[in-house]
């Protein structure tokens, strides 16, 4: 078993442009939460999908979109890339349809994002 | 809204010692607490899960305990080793949300020294 997995594992990016992160869960996983951990703080959470929807959404603005395909992995976008973006950004899965409400998120590596 | 604290922000000991780290929730309307622990620049990795019907979890050497009703929860570290060394992150899941998202502490950072 893979576990989740990310890709890339650092990116470097200048002001304005725009970035795609990638997610795939651990098997058997349907749902995928995204979170941004700036240095020094906990993960804060951005968004979350079920069945190829956004059903959660954290205090983040519309420049983080996020879309979730029929595999169950998922992608976050980051448009209008500002200093304040740079951060370590977290992918998680949980099996919501085999175990409810009080599963256990599972962790990717992360995705470290750097803007220039 | 749904704040959590830990105590202390960093830790520095040497190896055998017991520890205690705490965690504080706003909010007791929980379905679960999760520890998890965070090697530098790493992602997270999960040590252990407390529903909100149970009082307490142990894996290892490590042992996490719940009181709901008071917001706590505690993570203890039984004779401490330089592998310990790592940052750790206390998460509560909400109640009352669609599927329920994390929300985090700031963490421990925890030194373990030879």
């Known amino acids: 078993d893979a576990g989740v997995t990310q890709s890339p594992t650092h990116l470097i990016k200048t002001r304005g442009q725009q970035v795609t992160l990638r997610c795939s869960p651990k098997?058997?996983?349907?749902?995928v939460s995204w979170y941004q951990q700036a240095l020094g703080q906990g993960p804060q959470f951005i968004f979350q999908?079920?069945?190829?929807?956004?059903?959660q959404r954290g205090n983040f603005p519309d420049r983080f979109s996020g879309h979730q395909f029929p595999n169950y992995s998922s992608e976050l976008n980051v448009n209008a890339l500002l200093l304040g973006d740079s951060a370590l950004y977290l992918c998680?899965?949980?099996?919501?349809?085999?175990?409810?409400?009080?599963?256990?998120?599972?962790f990717g590596p992360g995705t470290r994002l750097t803007v220039t | 809204k749904q704040e959590v604290t830990q105590i202390p922000a960093a830790l520095s000991v040497p190896e055998g010692e017991n520890l205690v780290l705490n965690c504080s929730f706003t909010?007791?309307?929980?379905?679960?607490l999760q520890w998890f622990r965070q090697d530098p620049g790493k992602g997270l990795t999960s040590l252990l899960l407390?529903?909100?019907?149970?009082r307490e979890q142990t894996s290892g050497r490590l042992n996490a305990s719940l009181d709901k009703s008071s917001g706590r929860s505690t993570l203890y570290i039984a004779a401490s080793q330089p592998g310990d060394s790592a940052t750790y992150l206390c998460?509560?899941?909400?109640?009352?949300?669609?599927?329920?998202?994390?929300?985090f502490g700031r963490g421990t950072q925890l030194t373990v020294w030879p």
């Open positions: 998680a899965s949980s099996p919501y349809r085999r175990q409810g409400k009080n599963y256990e998120q599972y």
């Open positions: 998460a509560v899941r909400e109640r009352g949300s669609t599927l329920g998202r994390l929300y």
């Open positions: 909010d007791s309307a929980i379905y679960n």
């Open positions: 407390i529903q909100s019907s149970q």
């Open positions: 098997s058997g996983h349907d749902t």
């Open positions: 999908y079920y069945e190829e929807e956004e059903r």
